[in-house]
Every structure is written in structure tokens, then in C-alpha cells.
């Protein structure tokens, strides 16, 4: 885990992170929103969270404190987390995933949460491998659920991990 560091995001990092999902989004192929990202509203689910004893949001920052990775999960007490995770282009294979993730397995259970699931893009390959080594299990696929900007149909893998 050499050159980043994983905490929790900060109330003044909001807008930071919304510019790292903006730039993931630009790529078009592993996040579920396209440009443009719906920032108002991101912004007021990442506000919300600070006061949901059973959300966190995760960020990995690299030497100058600038945000490279992120994790979020929010859950229920009665209910599954569900984790979104985007890692920016320069740091993808550099262990900023399995760093996200882990912390995130630490924090379910000290929060005494049952499962984390997520849905993942069938071509992601490389974060399916990520998501497998954890122990996550595929757990079904949504088929033809997401309509893209350029009106292809796209599925995806539900995946999950009891704890």
C-alpha cells in the first residue's frame, strides 16, 4: 500500500470527490452514471451520510491529500450495505481496490452489518477477480438493467458477501 492512504472523507472533500466520479464517468465503461454526473444530488446523499450510523464513505488520497479512490456503502440495520467504488485511472492495479475494500469489510463489522452487495459490469474483469478474492459471490445477473446515453442495453452482475 505504497503512495495512498485510505480514511474517511472529509465535509470539505465533497466536491473533490464529486470531480473524481465526474472523471471516471467521462470513461463511459465502469460506473453506472455518464457525463454529466448528477452532482446536486450526489452531493446531498454524501451530506446525508455523515449523520447514518450505517453509511460510510472511504477515500483513498495519494501523497498531496488528493482523492484517488473511493468506496461507499450504506446499509440498513436490517438490511444488506451496498458498495460503490470507483478508482481513478492512474491508480487502477495499484492495491487502491483491495485497500477500499477491505477497510469496508473492517467497518461492516465493527458496525455489526451482515452482508455487502454490489452489482458490477460483466466486462470489469479485473474488479469481478477483486470482488472474488474477498469472498464476494455472484449472486445473479440483471439483465439488460441499465440503458446507456448511446441506447445500448447493459447488465449486471449482483454479487455478495455475508459477514
Known amino acids: 500500500m505504497s503512495g495512498f492512504t485510505i480514511r474517511t472523507l472529509r465535509r470539505d472533500e465533497i466536491e473533490q470527490l464529486l470531480d473524481q466520479l465526474a472523471e471516471v464517468a467521462e470513461e463511459r465503461r465502469w460506473i453506472a452514471s455518464e ?3 448528477p452532482r446536486e444530488r450526489w ?21 498531496e491529500d488528493r482523492i484517488v479512490g473511493h468506496l461507499s456503502a450504506d446499509a440498513r440495520k436490517d438490511r444488506a450495505a451496498e458498495i460503490g467504488m470507483a478508482v481513478s485511472k492512474e491508480w487502477r492495479g495499484r492495491g487502491v481496490g483491495s485497500a477500499l475494500l477491505q477497510a469496508c469489510i473492517d467497518w461492516a463489522r465493527e ?53
Open 111 to 163: 458496525t455489526e452489518i451482515h452482508k455487502l452487495a454490489l452489482q458490477v459490469w460483466p466486462h470489469n474483469e479485473a474488479a469481478i477477480r477483486l470482488y472474488e478474492k474477498f469472498g464476494f459471490e455472484r449472486e445473479g445477473v440483471l439483465r439488460s438493467h441499465y440503458r446507456r446515453q448511446n441506447g445500448e442495453l447493459w447488465d449486471a452482475i449482483v454479487m455478495g458477501l455475508l459477514l
Open 35 to 37: 457525463p454529466p454526473i
Open 43 to 63: 452531493r446531498e446523499g454524501f451530506e446525508r451520510r455523515y449523520d447514518d450510523e450505517y453509511a460510510t464513505i472511504l477515500v483513498s488520497v495519494d501523497e
